[in-house]
C-alpha cells in the first residue's frame, strides 16, 4: 500500500468476525503508513498487490493504546495492501506451559477471494530455534568465560577428570549443531551487509522457507523479533534486531579480553615484578585498540560503503602476533591478507570484509584455548594435590548436610555383608595366598569394602528404577545382562550418591567388562566344538588347543564383531518401547553374533579335521594354570583390573574419611 494510490471503500462495510476467546488481546486490523516510494500500483492496474495487514500484538502483557475508536473496515478485495502481516513481537522465553502457548488462529475478515485463507495462524516461533540465526557471534565473551581459570578451579568435573587423563587438554567444539549455527550467523551477517535484509521465513508448517523480506513493510526492531505473514504466500517471516552492532562490539571486547595479561586472567602464578609492566602494556594496548576499532563508527561506514579493514586489521595483525604461539601465526597474516583485499581499489567484497571478521574471531577462540591450555598445565600439580579436599567438599556443597546417603550406605553394606560371609579373599601379595577379611584393620576393610564395591557396579549395574515386582514380566535394561556377582544379596536400585562424578566412566567399564565376557564364551564355545564327541571314530580332537589358535579366533571375532561384543548377548526383545534406531542397534548386534557363531564352528572343525596340525607336545598333560582359559584374554583382564583399581584409589583419596565415620558401613 503506497500514499499514491487512491483507495475507494465499498458501498456495504462488513464488521471483522469477533475474535476467539482465547487469543492474545488485539486491535482491528490497521494499515501503517509505510514509506514514500515509487510503485507500480500508482497507475491503474488489473492485478494489485494484496492488502497489508498489521496487529498491534505483543507477547508481553502490557497496556495497548488506542488513538481512534474502532471502526468497521472494507473486505481485503476492495483495498490496495501488502502480502505482509506484522503479529507483533517474538518473546524470547520458549513457549510452554510458563508463558502460555503461542499457537493461536485468528478468524480473517469475510472475503470474496476464494484464495485467501480462512484462518491466520499465530505460528508458534521460538527465538532460539536452529533455524533462526544467532543475534550474537557464537565467539563471545560468554562462551569463553568458561575458559577462564576462576571457572576451571570450580568445576568438579572437569578437575575429577584430570586425574584419569594427565594430557587433559581444551579443544574446539566442532559438532554438527554448532557448525550448522555458525553458517547460518555468519550467512546472515553477509545478507545484512550486503543489502540490509534481517528477514528470516519460514512455512506454514514451520519449515524453513526462502526469505520472503518485509523491511519495506516492518520497520527495524531495536531488541526483540518481529513476525510477519504472508498471506499470498502463507508464510511467516521474522524481521530480526540487526546483528552488526552486537557483532562489532563483541569482537572488541573479545578481542581486549583475549590479550589482557594472565595475571589480571588467573590471578595466579604471575611474578609480582612482570605484572606492574604488563598491566601497563594491556592498558596502552586496549586504549589504542579502542581508538582504531569504534563499532558505531564502522556500523556507518558499512551502511555508506566506506568500511575499509584493510588498515584496521594490519593493526590488529600486530597486535596478535605479539600475543598468540608462534603456531598461531600464518592464521594472523591470512586475515591480514583477507582484509587487504577490501582495501580501496582491490577486487574484495563486502563479504570479504566479514570474513576477515569471522576468521579473526575464531583465531581469538584458539589463541583462549591456548592460554587455557597452559594454565591448566601449569596448576595441573597443584589441582592433583587438592584434588580430594575439592571433591568432597564439592560434594557436600551439592548433596547438603541433610543428605542421608542412603545409597551409598547400602552399597557399602551389601559389599561389606558379601565379604563377610567368605571363608578367605584370594590375595597374591599375601603370604598366605589369601586374606581373612573379618581380622583385617578397619582402615583396611574399607579400602576392601569399597574395591568389591566398585566391581560390583561394574559387573552388576544398578537399575536405572525400582525392579519390577512380577518376576514373569521383567523389564530389562539396554545394557549387557550380566549374572549378579552375589545372587543372594539384593541389587542397587540406584547408583550410589557419592560416584555421580564417575557415572559415566563405570557405564563404560561395564561395557568393557561385558566385552570381555563375550570373547570368552566364544572362546569357551570353541573349545567345546573341538573336544566334544563325535560319532565319527576317525576324528580325534586336539589334546590341547594352541594359544594361537585362540589369539587368532579372538583376533576374527573381533573383526567380525561390532565395537561392543557384549550387546550381542542382550535379551531385550524389539519392542514398540525401543526407540527405531535402537532397534536397528539390537539386530545389528544379534546378527553379529550369529556371524561369530558360524566362524567359530568353521575353526573348531578345522581343529578337529585330520589334516589340521598337531602340536609336537600334543600327549603333554594340560597344566593346571590353564584350567579357566583365560590365557587369550589376559591383556584385557589386566587393562580392565588396573582401570577398575585406579577409579577406586581416586575415589577413596576424596571419600575415606567419610566411609570411616563410625556406623557408616556397619
Request: charged share 20%; aromatic share 6%; glycine share 4%.
Amino acid at each position: 500500500m503506497h500514499d499514491s494510490v487512491k483507495r475507494k471503500p465499498p458501498d456495504d462495510p462488513q464488521p471483522s468476525p469477533p475474535m476467539p476467546h482465547r487469543a492474545p488481546r488485539q486491535l482491528s486490523d490497521w494499515s501503517p503508513d509505510p514509506p514514500h516510494v515509487a510503485s507500480p500500483l500508482a497507475a491503474e492496474a488489473v492485478f494489485k498487490r494484496p492488502r497489508l495487514d498489521k496487529i498491534q500484538t505483543s507477547l508481553r502483557k502490557r497496556p495497548l493504546s488506542r488513538k481512534s475508536p474502532l471502526k468497521p473496515r472494507p473486505p481485503p478485495t476492495a483495498r490496495h495492501g501488502s502480502d505482509i502481516e506484522d503479529l507483533g513481537i517474538v518473546s524470547a522465553a520458549d513457549p510452554g506451559p510458563s508463558s502460555g502457548s503461542l499457537l493461536r488462529l485468528r478468524p480473517a475478515p469475510n472475503s470474496a477471494d476464494p484464495s485467501s485463507p480462512s484462518l491466520v495462524p499465530f505460528f508458534p516461533i521460538d527465538a532460539n530455534s536452529i533455524h533462526i540465526p544467532s543475534a550474537h557471534p557464537l565467539v563471545n565473551r560468554q562462551t569463553l568465560k568458561e575458559l577462564d581459570l576462576d571457572v576451571i578451579l570450580r568445576n568438579p568435573q572437569l578437575r575429577h577428570d584430570l586425574l584419569f587423563d594427565p594430557g587433559l587438554q581444551f579443544r574446539p567444539t566442532c559438532s554438527r549443531r554448532k557448525r550448522n549455527m555458525c553458517e547460518h550467523y555468519w550467512a546472515a551477517v553477509i545478507q545484512e551487509v550486503e543489502s540490509g535484509c534481517t528477514c528470516v521465513s519460514f512455512d506454514s508448517q514451520g519449515k524453513p522457507h526462502s526469505v520472503v523480506c518485509a523491511c519495506a513493510q516492518v520497520p527495524q526492531p531495536s531488541s526483540q523479533p518481529v513476525v510477519a505473514y504472508s498471506s499470498t504466500l502463507n508464510v511467516f517471516t521474522l524481521r530480526m534486531p540487526s546483528r552488526i552492532r552486537n557483532l562489532l562490539t563483541e569482537f572488541l571486547e573479545v578481542l581486549l579480553l583475549v590479550i589482557q595479561p594472565l595475571s589480571s586472567a588467573s590471578g595466579m602464578y604471575v611474578y609480582p615484578s612482570t605484572l606492574k609492566s604488563q598491566m601497563q602494556e594491556h592498558s596502552a594496548q586496549a586504549l589504542y585498540v579502542r581508538s582504531i576499532f569504534d563499532p558505531v563508527l564502522i556500523e556507518q561506514e558499512l551502511k555508506h560503503e566506506l568500511f575499509d579493514p584493510s588498515g584496521l586489521f594490519s593493526a590488529i595483525g600486530t597486535i596478535l602476533k605479539g600475543h598468540c604461539a608462534p603456531m598461531r601465526d600464518r592464521s594472523v597474516e591470512a586475515i591480514v591478507q583477507v582484509a587487504q583485499t577490501c582495501a580501496p581499489g582491490a577486487t574484495g567484497k563486502k563479504r570479504d570484509a566479514v570474513m576477515a571478521v569471522r576468521m579473526c574471531l575464531e583465531i581469538l577462540e584458539l589463541m583462549k584455548l591456548d592460554i587455557a591450555n597452559h594454565q591448566l598445565q601449569m596448576l595441573r600439580p597443584f589441582l592433583i594435590r587438592t584434588s580430594g579436599q575439592f571433591e568432597l567438599k564439592a560434594f557436600k556443597t551439592r548433596k547438603g548436610s541433610e543428605c542421608s546417603l542412603r545409597l551409598t550406605r547400602e552399597w557399602l553394606r551389601l559389599a561389606h555383608t558379601d565379604l563377610l560371609t567368605r571363608e578367605s579373599i584370594p590375595h597374591p601379595g599375601s603370604p598366605s595366598g589369601s586374606l581373612q577379611y573379618s581380622t583385617l584393620p578397619r582402615n583396611q576393610q574399607t579400602y576392601v569394602t569399597v574395591l568389591k564395591g566398585m566391581i560390583d557396579l561394574i559387573f552388576d549395574p544398578p537399575e536405572s528404577s525400582p525392579a519390577p515386582t512380577s518376576p514373569s514380566s521383567p523389564s530389562p535394561p539396554l545394557t549387557p545382562a550380566f549374572q549378579c556377582t552375589s545372587p543372594v544379596l539384593p541389587r542397587l536400585s540406584a547408583p550410589p550418591e557419592t560416584i555421580y562424578l564417575d557415572s559415566t566412566r563405570l557405564a563404560v567399564l561395564s561395557a568393557d567388562a561385558a566385552d570381555v565376557t563375550a570373547i570368552y564364551m566364544f572362546l569357551l564355545l570353541y573349545r567345546q566344538l573341538v573336544h566334544s564327541e563325535l560319532n565319527d571314530s576317525s576324528i580325534s580332537p586336539q589334546e590341547k588347543i594352541e594359544d594361537g589358535d585362540l589369539l587368532r579366533l579372538k583376533t576374527e571375532i573381533r573383526d567380525i564383531g561390532s565395537a561392543r561384543l557384549g550387546y550381542c548377548f542382550s535379551s531385550r526383545l524389539v519392542s514398540d518401547d525401543v526407540e527405531s534406531s535402537r532397534e536397528k542397534d539390537l539386530e545389528r548386534e544379534r546378527n553379529a553374533k550369529q556371524d561369530i557363531v558360524l566362524q567359530v564352528a568353521k575353526r573348531a572343525k578345522e581343529a578337529r579335521s585330520p589334516s589340521a596340525p598337531s602340536s609336537p607336545n600334543g600327549s603333554t598333560p594340560i597344566p593346571t594354570n590353564l584350567a579357566t582359559g583365560m590365557e587369550p584374554l589376559a591383556e584385557e583382564v589386566r587393562s580392565l583390573a588396573e582401570k577398575i583399581s585406579r577409579l577406586a584409589l581416586i575415589h577413596l583419596n576424596a571419600y575415606l574419611a567419610l566411609y570411616e565415620q563410625e556406623g557408616f558401613i556397619v
